[in-house]
């Protein structure tokens, strides 16, 4: 024990011996400056994580002289072009009330109006998913259920009992589609009606991560999704200050669950699984996900706003489908929505919770406000009864069978479209769809030209990139003239082939240019500054 302490003080004298050459404040100065490079370097480092280095040499690229202004300049040009038209039309919008009311007459105005919206029946890629007219069947009853209850809101459930009642029926209902009466769910599966997908993925996201917090003390939130997610995780992540790692998908266009697994650190709050997701139609592994859900005790949110309302069905009906709800161990929320294959008013959709322990963490509760206490369950305080209405009117008058009748359509129809795709010289079927959605691409030709084509004939799909292709959302509409969408198909691919090339007007150049630029932050203020002159 003295040899030891004799050694520590002979290190400390030549400690302080070699130490006393330096001045007081250079030592104190030291350590707080080799902190300050370590925090930099640590940020740099971050930042390279994040960005990567080449949109950070971008950024500094932009800086240069004369740079900033070109950019700007071609940009201008860019939006003018995605405008298409649409200046006159918002030259003309009205910017004060008339001076007389217009009374009766407002009908026939509105009449003016819905001329100029494009001939959606039959030809746009989901959007409507209610078939026929809408002044017949299934579209005039909902429109009648909305009228009756348009004046009601359930922020005044004292008032209107009834709409109280209707929104707790339609959660339950749609609760047992998705595994509310299967023993492994817990019984106490719970949830909301709110205005859409974003909104009930916006409540999933921000409930999860109040949730975590309170559970795991988590302050620096993180999430976990496929780059095949919907765009709604990156609103929420914005909204809600959550770090958003971004997971490619596996060579069949799925979620990587292996991906998902290095990703997870102590700031994980949740992780995303689609059933089906929105580009492609294929439904995440999510029984693998819940486990890794469940092994280090973290969220699950399954994204069922497409297949909530067709997956059930279609399992009833025999097609080979995945378990996706909450039966699956790990599964903490899940969005579905009523107004797609739901059939019920645009504007309506269902949040749902494993059980209320998480839920409590959806409500906002004030007590200190003048007005009295206040507490509500969704992102929206008032909101319009009337589609509460129309939804429960949905669901009550198709029932069961009717579903079963709806989903057997669809999915015969999107077969047959996948079929009649994959017959096509040049084009090719992405991924094994496990749903109604088929999307496609080309080695042949420039696919976003082939779309060029069908917006010509009327048709409105949607554009995808990674890889550059389209995909059409099949619905009720689609069930009687699918043959004449493939047959367009057909046509158009056969013209692209025989004079390649952009098309006066179309916009393939813009999505092949977009798809290409390694600045994704000029792709962001692009769209950002479309959005700013359209509304």
Same mark, same amino acid.
């Given at each position: 024990?003295?040899?030891?302490?004799?050694?520590?003080?002979?290190?400390?004298?030549?400690?302080?011996?070699?130490?006393?050459?330096?001045?007081?404040?250079?030592?104190?100065?030291?350590?707080?400056?080799?902190?300050?490079?370590?925090?930099?370097?640590?940020?740099?480092?971050?930042?390279?994580?994040?960005?990567?280095?080449?949109?950070?040499?971008?950024?500094?690229?932009?800086?240069?002289?004369?740079?900033?202004?070109?950019?700007?300049?071609?940009?201008?040009?860019?939006?003018?072009?995605?405008?298409?038209?649409?200046?006159?039309?918002?030259?003309?919008?009205?910017?004060?009330?008339?001076?007389?009311?217009?009374?009766?007459?407002?009908?026939?105005?509105?009449?003016?109006?819905?001329?100029?919206?494009?001939?959606?029946?039959?030809?746009?890629?989901?959007?409507?998913?209610?078939?026929?007219?809408?002044?017949?069947?299934?579209?005039?009853?909902?429109?009648?259920?909305?009228?009756?209850?348009?004046?009601?809101?359930?922020?005044?459930?004292?008032?209107?009992?009834?709409?109280?009642?209707?929104?707790?029926?339609?959660?339950?209902?749609?609760?047992?589609?998705?595994?509310?009466?299967?023993?492994?769910?817990?019984?106490?599966?719970?949830?909301?009606?709110?205005?859409?997908?974003?909104?009930?993925?916006?409540?999933?996201?921000?409930?999860?991560?109040?949730?975590?917090?309170?559970?795991?003390?988590?302050?620096?939130?993180?999430?976990?999704?496929?780059?095949?997610?919907?765009?709604?995780?990156?609103?929420?992540?914005?909204?809600?200050?959550?770090?958003?790692?971004?997971?490619?998908?596996?060579?069949?266009?799925?979620?990587?669950?292996?991906?998902?697994?290095?990703? &997870?650190?102590?700031?994980?709050?949740?992780?995303?699984?689609?059933?089906?997701?929105?580009?492609?139609?294929?439904?995440?592994?999510?029984?693998?996900?819940?486990?890794?859900?469940?092994?280090?005790?973290?969220?699950?949110?399954?994204?069922?706003?497409?297949?909530?309302?067709?997956?059930?069905?279609?399992?009833?009906?025999?097609?080979?489908?995945?378990?996706?709800?909450?039966?699956?161990?790990?599964?903490?929320?899940?969005?579905?929505?009523?107004?797609?294959?739901?059939?019920?008013?645009?504007?309506?959709?269902?949040?749902?919770?494993?059980?209320?322990?998480?839920?409590?963490?959806?409500?906002?509760?004030?007590?200190?406000?003048?007005?009295?206490?206040?507490?509500?369950?969704?992102?929206?305080?008032?909101?319009?009864?009337?589609?509460?209405?129309?939804?429960?009117?949905?669901?009550?008058?198709?029932?069961?069978?009717?579903?079963?009748?709806?989903?057997?359509?669809?999915?015969?129809?999107?077969?047959?479209?996948?079929?009649?795709?994959?017959?096509?010289?040049?084009?090719?079927?992405?991924?094994?769809?496990?749903?109604?959605?088929?999307?496609?691409?080309?080695?042949?030709?420039? &696919?976003?030209?082939?779309?060029?084509?069908?917006?010509?004939?009327?048709?409105?799909?949607?554009?995808?990139?990674?890889?550059?292709?389209?995909?059409?959302?099949?619905?009720?509409?689609?069930?009687?003239?699918?043959?004449?969408?493939?047959?367009?198909?057909?046509?158009?691919?056969?013209?692209?082939?025989?004079?390649?090339?952009?098309?006066?007007?179309?916009?393939?150049?813009?999505?092949?240019?977009?798809?290409?630029?390694?600045?994704?932050?000029?792709?962001?203020?692009?769209?950002?500054?479309?959005?700013?002159?359209?509304?």
């Amino acid at each position: 024990m003295e040899a030891a302490a004799e050694l520590a003080l002979r290190l400390r004298a030549e400690a302080n011996a070699r130490l006393a050459r330096y001045e007081p404040l250079a030592l104190v100065a030291a350590p707080l400056l080799a902190l300050l490079l370590a925090r930099a370097l640590h940020a740099a480092a971050a930042a390279v994580a994040d960005r990567g280095l080449v949109a950070i040499a971008i950024d500094a690229v932009k800086l240069l002289p004369g740079v900033s202004s070109y950019i700007a300049a071609e940009k201008k040009k860019v939006v003018d072009k995605m405008q298409s038209g649409g200046a006159s039309t918002k030259n003309n919008r009205r910017a004060e009330l008339p001076t007389i009311g217009l009374s009766e007459q407002v009908i026939k105005e509105l009449e003016t109006l819905k001329v100029k919206d494009v001939d959606w029946q039959g030809k746009c890629s989901g959007t409507v998913y209610i078939a026929g007219s809408e002044s017949e069947g299934h579209f005039e009853l909902i429109n009648k259920a909305y009228s009756m209850f348009s004046h009601t809101n359930p922020l005044h459930q004292d008032v209107f009992k009834s709409v109280a009642q209707m929104e707790a029926e339609v959660v339950a209902m749609t609760a047992a589609l998705l595994g509310s009466k299967e023993k492994s769910s817990g019984g106490q599966i719970c949830g909301n009606m709110t205005s859409g997908g974003t909104e009930s993925i916006l409540l999933a996201v921000k409930t999860s991560r109040d949730y975590m917090q309170s559970k795991k003390g988590i302050t620096k939130p993180e999430m976990i999704i496929a780059e095949s997610a919907h765009s709604a995780y990156d609103k929420a992540a914005q909204y809600f200050n959550i770090k958003v790692r971004r997971v490619p998908v596996n060579k069949e266009f799925l979620a990587d669950v292996k991906g998902f697994k290095r990703c &997870i650190n102590g700031n994980t709050i949740m992780m995303v699984g689609s059933a089906p997701g929105f580009p492609h139609g294929l439904i995440d592994p999510i029984e693998e996900l819940g486990e890794l859900a469940s092994r280090y005790d973290i969220c699950l949110h399954v994204d069922l706003c497409l297949g909530g309302f067709v997956l059930p069905f279609a399992r009833k009906l025999g097609y080979p489908v995945p378990p996706f709800d909450f039966s699956v161990k790990g599964v903490t929320s899940i969005s579905s929505d009523v107004h797609k294959y739901g059939l019920a008013p645009k504007g309506t959709s269902i949040v749902l919770y494993r059980n209320h322990e998480i839920r409590k963490h959806q409500f906002v509760a004030v007590t200190e406000w003048t007005g009295g206490l206040y507490v509500s369950p969704t992102i929206a305080g008032s909101r319009p009864g009337g589609l509460i209405a129309g939804a429960w009117a949905a669901m009550m008058s198709l029932g069961l069978n009717g579903y079963l009748d709806s989903t057997s359509r669809i999915m015969e129809v999107s077969k047959k479209i996948q079929r009649g795709i994959e017959e096509i010289p040049g084009l090719f079927v992405i991924g094994k769809p496990d749903m109604t959605v088929v999307a496609f691409g080309s080695d042949v030709v420039d &696919i976003f030209e082939v779309n060029d084509i069908m917006s010509s004939k009327g048709w409105h799909l949607n554009a995808l990139q990674r890889p550059n292709s389209l995909h059409i959302c099949v619905t009720l509409q689609h069930t009687t003239i699918y043959e004449e969408f493939l047959k367009d198909l057909l046509d158009s691919v056969n013209t692209v082939k025989a004079n390649p090339g952009p098309i006066s007007g179309g916009m393939a150049p813009i999505y092949g240019a977009a798809g290409k630029m390694p600045d994704r932050g000029t792709v962001r203020e692009l769209l950002v500054e479309f959005m700013d002159s359209s509304c």
